[in-house]
């Protein structure tokens, strides 16, 4: 009898999330926005429509509050659109943004990220290939 197959895992990471919503919906329906989203940690983007990358990519425990105090602070008008991904496990959120900081470099964001002491092999791995060359001739 064939084995069966297990049932994806997609999805597990993202809870829920929105895409591309206008800076003047968190504006204007503030409140809604807090009712729909609630208290939800995650990951959110802030984008310029048209911009062919994101501005900034940030984490908040508290997603509502978190995108509009930017609508204040020093990333003000630099942003019109913004995504939210609410993230199911909070102790992956920092692992997250950093890796979305990373690839797309925002402007927005001063701070690369980091993911902890002696994970980069980076190094290990140009030494080993260097040796493996060494060896071969």
Partial sequence: MPKRKSKTQRGALVKFYAEHLSANLLEQHRETVKSVIGRKSGIYVLTRQGAPAPYYVGLASKLPSRVAHHLKDKHEGKW???????????????????????????????????FGKN???????????????????
């Fill in 80 to 114: 019109d659109r913004f995504s939210f991904y609410a993230i199911g496990k909070k102790k992956y959120l920092k692992d997250v943004e950093t890796i979305l900081i990373r690839v797309g470099d925002p402007d927005g964001n001063d701070q690369r990220g980091t």
């Fill in 119 to 137: 994970r980069n092999i980076g190094k290990r791995l140009r030494r080993e290939i260097l040796k493996a060359v060494k060896d071969n001739f």
